[in-house]
């Protein structure tokens, strides 16, 4: 499942812009990939990320994978409630499965970002 | 679940008769003064001898092991492990040995581990070895340990060194350990190296390139003197996981591509039991330039005597208590002298042919990604399963059923949903036709009746596990269950 009100990565990141926040999770395309969620290793508040950055990890039974930075900016707010329910993220990734708020400290960069259509056309939806 | 011992004891009772004492009996406290006499239980479970016996009985045939049945775990080489090196390892000369008994009280041992060293160069086609590494990842970690203290001595130690998206989960672990920062370079279509992918980081600040060859696909890496050559050619080396060594043995020698090192798996290739059944041992291997600084002690032979060799000042120290898991350098130097040079090549031939055989009673069934003739093991996607609701791990889990060990799944990473399929040199055509058989059905039933897939295993002493609850609240002692209750 792909939302329209979303932007998304080439590494199965979604974004949502609110003013000058962002907010980051995983796409449901990414949960169902991976499996059941064990763990996810969240960024501390304060740090500062370069779009590419490795942001988070997931750890799923299948395999550890890395959550990339889809954007620039200062880390505002993590989902602490995943790191004793990252299986929120395999059930509802887009919502309650959120992980991380960044500051967007370049707008320009959300050009860059895929479309709900490039994304569908990407994982072949 | 069975009863634990510590379940069905009973005070009081035990498995053992001692004889009567034929010397007066004395206190403990005659001799030990009061504070080191222990008062509570001994903790050990109070069981008769057939209880034990028939506790452990059943507990082994509830497991899956390469003496009950097909093994194809790919990546693993679960081949048949001839008893006659378990009878060798255990002859007393060899069991009873202590690690620091006097040089000359264990010459034999010595010259078993000079030979097998020997043995193990020419079989690779490199100049010096260390038997140290306890096993693969080990010593990939001491192989680029070795390539660091080489690169040191140079006066620059580097930063980077590059891996293929294709590559075993430990090779980048091992980078990072070593100091160095992984690189992950995209497979070309042919799931190969790319060499233009290469190009870019072809510079002095590229420490090594590590790749295991045949790759994680089963692949040849057929350009890797290219490879090598390039890397050479800024001063870098050319590191080989030897993971897959038994797709080679008598037919490529590394050192012959380019290799400046690369580890071996004792507890692979040369058949000893691994996977909980046995200790691993993983020797590096490296051509001249590197020798120096590999581990000590290393085995030499001087005025007609075996000697540990201490005095090596620029090697990188010890990486492993004593020399190395002795037992299972006894059962791969009867391995590898069992077979001789013409057997060893058989070996590599046999994995091959089963190979590519099980492959072609597959390939219509499954999907192949990536199309090129295998060398000793092949993947397979599940993907195209998804339409029926059905995932990879469930065609493992119903496997099961067949009285099959799964293959690997969900690796290498670059094929989704992979099954990795690894038969190995020491199955027989008839028992390679019965696994095609039943991934066939298998197939079959994921269109026709997929609830006996998702259910799946069936048949087997216990269902399917819960993975996640495994994963997060792993209970592994009985003071775990004892403290739960």
């Known amino acids: 499942m792909v939302r329209d009100d979303l932007y998304y990565t080439k590494e199965h990141e979604w974004v949502k812009v609110e003013g000058d926040t962002a907010i980051v999770g995983i796409t449901d395309y990414a949960q169902s990939e991976l499996g059941d969620i064990l763990y996810v290793e969240l960024p501390d508040v304060g740090k500062t990320v370069s779009a590419g950055d490795v942001l988070a990890t997931v750890e799923a039974v299948k395999a550890v994978s890395d959550v990339y930075a889809p954007l620039s900016g200062e880390v505002i707010e993590v989902n602490e409630a995943l790191s004793t329910t990252p299986e929120v993220i395999n059930k509802d990734p887009y919502g309650e499965g959120w992980m991380v708020k960044i500051k967007i400290s370049n707008p320009d960069e959300v050009n860059q970002l895929l479309s709900p259509a490039d994304y569908r056309n990407l994982i072949g939806e | ?485």
């Open chain 2, 1 to 485: 679940m069975s009863e634990l011992l510590w379940e069905i004891e009973k005070e009081g009772r035990i498995g053992t008769k001692l004889p009567e004492s034929g010397v007066p009996q004395r206190e403990i406290t005659d001799d030990l003064p009061e504070r080191m006499v222990r008062r509570g239980k001994i903790g050990l479970p109070q069981v008769a001898e057939p209880q034990i016996v028939r506790h452990f009985v059943n507990m082994s045939v509830k497991n899956h092991n390469v003496d009950r049945g097909f093994y194809p775990l790919g990546s693993c080489t679960m081949k048949y492990n001839p008893k006659i090196n378990e009878r060798l390892a255990a002859l007393p000369g060899f069991l009873n040995l202590h690690p620091l008994a006097p040089e000359s009280s264990v010459q034999g041992a010595l010259k078993l581990m000079a030979h097998l060293g020997e043995l193990l160069c020419k079989i690779g086609g490199m100049d010096a070895i260390t038997l140290q590494p306890a096993a693969g990842a080990h010593g990939e970690f001491t192989g680029l340990m070795t390539i660091r203290r080489y690169h040191e001595a140079q006066g620059n130690p580097r930063k980077k060194v590059v891996i293929p998206d294709s590559s075993h989960g430990t090779n980048p672990a091992s980078i990072v350990f070593t100091g160095w920062e992984p690189v992950e370079i995209k497979s070309g279509p042919d799931g190969r190296i790319d060499l233009e992918a290469l190009k870019p980081h072809l510079n002095e600040d590229l420490a090594a390139l590590m790749v295991t060859n045949p790759n994680t696909l089963g692949i040849f890496e057929k350009d890797i003197k290219r490879v090598a050559d390039m890397l050479h050619d800024v001063g870098a080396q050319l590191y080989m996981d030897g993971a897959n060594m038994n797709a080679l043995l008598g037919i490529a020698r590394p050192g012959d591509f380019g290799v400046d090192a690369l580890h071996y798996n004792l507890h692979k290739t040369f058949s000893t039991p691994h996977g909980g059944g046995g200790p691993g041992s993983g020797p590096v291997a490296v051509k001249e330039h590197l020798a120096e600084f590999l581990p000590k002690p290393v085995v030499v032979h001087r005025n007609g005597e075996y000697h540990l060799d201490f005095d090596r000042p620029n090697s990188l120290g010890k990486v492993q208590a004593f020399w190395g898991a002795f037992g299972v350098m006894v059962k791969a130097y009867a391995y590898i002298l069992t077979l001789g040079a013409d057997g060893l090549r058989r070996v590599s031939e046999g994995a091959i042919l089963n190979s590519n055989y099980l492959l072609a009673l597959l390939r219509e069934h499954y999907e192949l990604p990536y199309d090129a003739t295998p060398m000793h093991e092949f993947v397979l996607s599940g993907e195209f399963l998804k339409k029926y609701g059905i995932k990879t791990l469930d065609v493992a889990k119903r496997l099961l059923d067949f009285g099959f060990h799964a293959p690997t799944i969900y690796f290498p990473l670059i094929v989704h949903e992979a099954l990795m399929i690894e038969p190995t040199e020491t199955e027989s055509t008839e028992d390679i036709e019965k696994f095609a058989e039943a991934m066939i059905q298998i197939r079959r039933e994921a269109e026709e009746n997929p609830e006996i897939l998702k259910e799946a295993p069936h048949n087997t002493p216990v269902r399917r596990l819960d993975e996640v609850r495994a994963n997060k609240n792993p209970v592994l002692s009985w003071w775990d269950i004892a403290a739960g209750e």
